[in-house]
């Protein structure tokens, strides 16, 4: 079956501009992740989304950094006036929720980003 | 604050051998551990978990063994292949999050 896809797979962009990255979970999934992969380095939470509840933001390193979770399904993560810094791998997670707890995280193939 | 980590940042074997990447948490109160698999440009990919209820959980050529005394988890890869060449994360889980060590480089050689 269709595992989670991400879009684009790389993105360069000037310091300064907005970017958009967007995820596509497995289908059914009702809780959805974001995490941010430096080079080198583990992954760190971003924020979490689990059906229609008020998502976990506390992962979101500045206001620069936004999410939204459309019908449920798909998720945009926007980086406002973005910074070097936020040169990273974007990946997104999905998983499914039962008896209170969510499940296994599959994960996306990533986004790539490079600020200038 | 609570942490997960690894002991070593690379491995190096040699195909054929077996594989142990080792893994401390400090969250005593964690009761759910899951290793990842991170091959060069890709996502992580679920290897094996194990809940705090369990010392040890076999799939196919890989073992995790959680020593709760003592706060280590470790994954063995038997029969190690080169495409088992990839960096592998320990990760705990929380209610709903999950939080990563920075991971061991498993490099093996044919």
């Known amino acids: 079956g269709a595992g989670v896809s991400q879009s684009p797979s790389n993105k360069v962009t000037e310091k300064g501009k907005d970017v958009e990255l967007r995820c596509d979970p497995i289908s059914g999934h009702t809780a959805l992740y974001w995490y941010r992969q430096s080079l080198g380095q583990g992954l760190e939470f971003l924020i979490y989304f689990q059906g229609n509840s008020a998502p976990d933001k506390s992962g979101l390193p500045s206001d620069r950094f936004s999410a939204e979770r459309t019908g449920g399904s798909v998720s945009t993560l926007t980086i406002q006036r973005t910074q070097q810094e936020d040169s990273a791998v974007y990946l997104c997670?999905?998983?499914?929720?039962?008896?209170?707890?969510?499940?296994?995280?599959?994960f996306g193939p990533g986004t790539r980003l490079t600020v200038l | 604050g609570e942490s997960v980590g690894l002991h070593l940042p690379t491995l190096s074997v040699q195909e054929g051998d077996n594989s142990i990447i080792n893994c401390a948490y400090s969250n005593s109160a964690s009761d759910y551990f899951i290793w990842y698999k991170q091959e060069s440009g890709k996502g992580p990919q679920f290897i094996i978990d194990i809940r705090s209820n369990m010392d040890k959980r076999q799939g196919q050529r890989v073992t995790v063994l959680l020593n709760k005394t003592v706060k280590h988890l470790s994954l063995q890869i038997a029969a190690t292949q080169p495409g088992d060449s990839a960096v592998y994360f320990c990760a705990e889980k929380g209610y709903s999050t999950l939080t990563f060590g920075k991971g061991t480089m498993l490099l093996v050689s044919p």
């Open positions: 997670a999905s998983s499914s929720y039962r008896g209170g707890r969510t499940d296994t995280q599959y």
